[in-house]
C-alpha cells in the first residue's frame, strides 16, 4: 500500500521560489507532480521514473526540479521563477505497476491530498 503525505504549499510574489515535498510510504517506480488550475485538466508537470529518468513539462523546464531523497523517502519539487500562470492544487502521484510513465495520469494509482500554490504578479 503506498501512502503520500504533501507539505510545502503556499503563497509567492512572481519571481519566487517553493519548495514541495511528499513523503512516500510503500513500494513504487514513478514518481511524479501534477497540477489542476481551476477550469483546466489536471496536467503533469514533473514525473521521475524508476532509473532516474525526469521529465518535465515544457511550461516548466529550467524553473522546476524534482528529486527524491531515498534515505528519508521524500519527493520533492523545488519551484523557481515562479509566475502567475503556475498558480493551481499541487499533486504528489506515484504508480506502482509502471516503471515509465510519461505524463500518462492513467499510469499513477497513488495520489496526494493536493496543495495549493498561489503566484501573485
Known amino acids: 500500500q503506498v501512502q503520500l503525505v504533501e507539505s510545502g504549499g503556499g503563497s509567492v510574489q512572481s519571481g519566487g521560489s517553493l519548495r514541495l515535498s511528499c513523503g512516500v510510504s510503500?513500494?513504487?517506480?514513478?514518481l511524479g507532480w501534477f497540477r489542476q488550475a481551476p477550469g483546466k485538466e489536471r496536467e503533469g508537470v514533473a514525473v521521475l521514473e524508476s532509473d532516474g529518468t525526469t521529465r518535465y513539462a515544457d511550461s516548466v523546464k529550467g524553473r522546476l526540479t524534482i528529486s527524491k531523497d531515498n534515505a528519508n523517502n521524500t519527493l520533492y519539487l523545488q519551484m523557481n521563477s515562479l509566475k502567475p500562470e503556475d498558480t493551481a492544487m499541487y499533486y504528489c502521484a506515484a504508480s506502482r505497476l509502471w516503471s515509465v510513465c510519461f505524463f500518462y495520469r492513467a499510469r499513477f494509482g497513488n495520489w496526494g491530498q493536493g496543495m495549493q500554490v498561489t503566484v501573485s504578479s
Open positions: 510503500g513500494y513504487t517506480y514513478c
